[in-house]
Nanobody, 123 residues
């Protein structure tokens, strides 16, 4: 019902910035939660940020607060993750996901996932 496509990943020097995009098709984001998760090599998937489509309430992983900003474009059904002051530990595959539930940080609450986009931060 929902197809998600991430873009914007790449290789960046530590301290640099990237903006990831998550474009949805098939259904609108209305009443949904849209989240970003990441998975580094050899590590478990972790929550990064999420936004409630209605109202725009956001949540962030503690280690990215003040550096990452999640936002939405309601007209285009796109969610962005603006990442600044990137660190090598931010290196991971970043996934966009959509939830019809209420829990913003639990990956089990998300039913739709994109294919991911690689973010590599060089030291």
């Amino acid at each position: 019902q929902v197809q998600l496509v991430e873009s914007g990943g790449g290789v960046v020097q530590a301290g640099g910035s990237l903006r990831l995009s998550c474009a949805a098709s098939g259904r609108t984001f209305s009443s949904y939660i849209v989240g970003w998760f990441r998975q580094a090599p050899g590590k478990e998937r972790e929550f990064v940020a999420a936004i409630r489509w209605n109202g725009g309430v956001t949540r962030y992983l503690d280690s990215v607060k003040g550096r990452f900003t999640i936002s939405r474009d309601s007209a285009l059904s796109i969610v962005y993750l603006q990442m600044t002051t990137l660190k090598p530990e931010d290196t991971a595959v970043y996934y966009c996901a959509v939830s019809q539930g209420t829990l913003m940080t639990d990956y089990e609450n998300y039913g739709y996932w994109g294919q991911g986009t690689q973010v590599t931060v060089s030291s």
